[in-house]
């Protein structure tokens, strides 16, 4: 077999690193990571129920593999192995069968976790057949369901406050977030992504789905516990446009402050902000004042940095946001070699 999971062929004196989120956003900050270190751990939510995963789910009862198969492409190397392996991986039955819209990265992690019974486990052994640059886990062992209160989630009566449950249901209201919630309630976090988190130099929240992909992780206890608790610096990386249904109409400062609501006690040590998300882009001319203040509620720095990708899609540029992650390592946290 080709290669090794995490930890072999560390680069001495990177960073320890662990990254929290799920989907795109994750796979964006994972891609720009593994420029900066090999010793990276990705937590994933597991709280997908649509499309494949969602199938997956339904008929198997697994954790939805899909954001941690993402994670996975995203940590494959840029050699021709891989290359390949991120694309068989990302890849999809065509057709209206069966099979039909299926990932074979799905199929092939959630086969070994019928055979291992271990999720974790499972998931070093793609790694190890992928030669990732890191290691993904989920962040809890059992299926989780998101709740939201939605404000005008029936558009006839853009008042009312509703109870929306699944990840699909909420990413596509039409409707304001309000809050939200994971069923089972207070789940439990798998053990190594709780190491993970103390054990980090950093750890790195979003960019990502807010509700869906950020949130999650401060709502499952003993993850949360140790985000508060770890010795790590903590930089949360904001996204670069309001997502429809999800944050549709949210300034910066309210993505903070849904932060700040659903984890009190958190703290944060850098914020950064694509600047051209903020003055003139996405969220229009973004009150900076504001921006700052509630930045600073979290006892972060504000840091506005040119992250997005040239194309003017709201996506983040790997190598942008690696000189920009690299900079807050550099200057938000110690100096020199680490450790």
């Given at each position: 077999m080709k290669g090794s999971s995490t930890g072999a062929g560390r680069q001495v004196g990177a960073p320890r690193i662990t990254a929290l989120g799920g989907g795109q956003g994750l796979s964006a900050s994972l891609s720009a990571l593994r420029r900066l270190t090999s010793d990276l751990t990705a937590v994933v939510t597991v709280a997908d129920d649509g499309g494949s995963s969602g199938r997956l789910r339904a008929e198997l009862d697994v954790l939805p593999p899909g954001d941690l198969r993402k994670a996975l492409a995203a940590l494959c190397g840029d050699d021709d192995w891989g290359h390949t392996w991120s694309e068989v991986l990302q890849h999809r039955f065509s057709g209206t069968g069966e099979l039909g819209g299926?990932?074979?990265?799905?199929?092939?992690?959630?086969?070994?976790?019928?055979?291992?019974?271990?999720p974790v486990a499972a998931l070093e052994w793609v790694g190890r057949l992928l030669n990732v640059q890191g290691r993904v886990l989920p962040m809890s062992a059992v299926p989780l369901d998101i709740e939201a209160q939605v404000r005008g989630h029936d558009p006839a009566h853009p008042a009312q406050v509703t109870a929306v449950r699944g990840q699909a249901s909420v990413a596509a209201t039409p409707g304001t977030v309000q809050?939200?919630?994971?069923?089972?309630?207070?789940?439990p976090a798998v053990p190594e992504a709780v190491t993970a988190v103390q054990e980090a130099d950093w750890v790195?929240?979003?960019?990502?789905?807010?509700?869906?992909?950020?949130?999650?992780?401060?709502?499952?206890?003993?993850?949360?516990?140790?985000?508060?608790?770890?010795?790590a610096r903590r930089l949360l990386t904001l996204n670069l446009a309001p997502q429809p249904g999800e944050t549709e109409g949210f300034t910066p400062q309210r993505h903070l402050e849904v932060i700040a609501d659903h984890a009190p006690d958190l703290g944060v040590d850098a914020i950064l902000v694509d600047e051209r998300a903020v003055t003139g882009g996405a969220f229009g001319q973004a009150d900076l004042a504001g921006l700052e203040k509630a930045a600073g509620r979290m006892g972060a720095a504000l840091v506005l940095d040119k992250v997005a990708s040239a194309d003017g899609t709201p996506r983040h540029d790997p190598e942008l946001l690696a000189a920009a992650y690299d900079r807050i390592f550099r200057t938000h946290g110690r100096i020199g070699p680490w450790r």
């Open positions: 299926h990932a074979v990265g799905n199929l092939l992690i959630v086969a070994l976790w019928e055979k291992l019974g271990d809050s939200v919630r994971l069923l089972p309630e207070e789940p790195v929240l979003g960019p990502g789905s807010w509700f869906t992909s950020v949130l999650p992780h401060l709502l499952v206890p003993d993850l949360a516990k140790a985000l508060i608790g770890t010795k």
